[in-house]
């Protein structure tokens, strides 16, 4: 049961341009929605995260957008930099007693310098 | 700047072994959980433990998985008898708040030979 998608496992992108990572989720009950980036044999290192009642939040140059009516968000990353090559999953969060997050299956980004 | 440590960083065993995966949370967090991640795969959930006892379990932690936080610090998984398909990248996190935002450890590489 995949609640978190993230149907592009790769993106490449060249330096300077804008990433723009998607992912769709099921379920409407998950309060809030994170970006974590990973690098190998590294833990998940939050990013940015966007409450379920907005629609867009923005932190320098990573700018998260929801469209609730369509369960899909985004993550954009503009300019895009070498550095920001890893892997990004995207996570939702159940609130309440329940609090945990799902995580959806990550999409590797390489930005080419 | 406070983070979350994990030992040991890998660890092979033998399959039917016992295996304690440990964790040292941020000090002032509240919630704590274990994740872990199959090679090439998602990070799954496999548990929450919030006010000294688990608020949360997935399928996978089934009864040969356990958790503690012994002594107000540190914050234990145990795998009773380990099985193959238990080898896997093991991350703890820990948080303050039911927004999700999580902060994750190295992670603890497990190999069940």
């Known amino acids: 049961d995949q609640q978190v998608k993230q149907n592009s496992p790769s993106l490449s992108v060249q330096e300077g341009r804008i990433s723009i990572l998607n992912c769709d989720y099921t379920?409407?009950?998950?309060?809030?929605f994170l970006w974590y980036k990973k690098y190998p044999a590294e833990g998940p290192t939050f990013l940015i995260s966007i409450s379920s009642i907005k629609d867009k939040n923005e932190d320098g140059r990573f700018t998260v957008f929801l469209n609730k009516s369509a369960k899909h968000l985004s993550l954009h990353i503009v300019p895009s930099q070498p550095g920001d090559s890893a892997v990004y999953f995207c996570a939702a969060h159940y609130g309440g007693a329940t609090n945990k997050l799902i995580f959806g299956t990550g999409t590797l980004l390489a930005v080419q310098p | 700047e406070p983070e979350v440590t994990q030992t040991p960083s890998h660890q092979v065993t033998q399959m039917g072994q016992e295996v304690i995966l440990r964790c040292v949370p941020i000090s002032n967090h509240l919630y704590f959980y274990w994740y872990r991640q199959i090679l090439g795969q998602k990070v799954e959930f496999l548990v929450s433990f919030y006010n000294n006892e688990i608020s949360e379990k997935s399928e996978i932690f089934d009864d040969q998985f356990s958790v503690e936080r012994p002594d107000g610090s540190n914050f234990t998984l145990k795998i009773r008898s380990t099985k193959l398909e238990d080898s896997a990248m093991y991350f703890c996190?820990?948080?303050?708040?039911?927004?999700?935002?999580?902060?994750f450890g190295e992670g603890s590489r497990l190999t069940v030979l």
């Open positions: 379920n409407s009950m998950f309060d809030y």
């Open positions: 996190a820990s948080g303050t708040s039911e927004t999700g935002e999580l902060f």
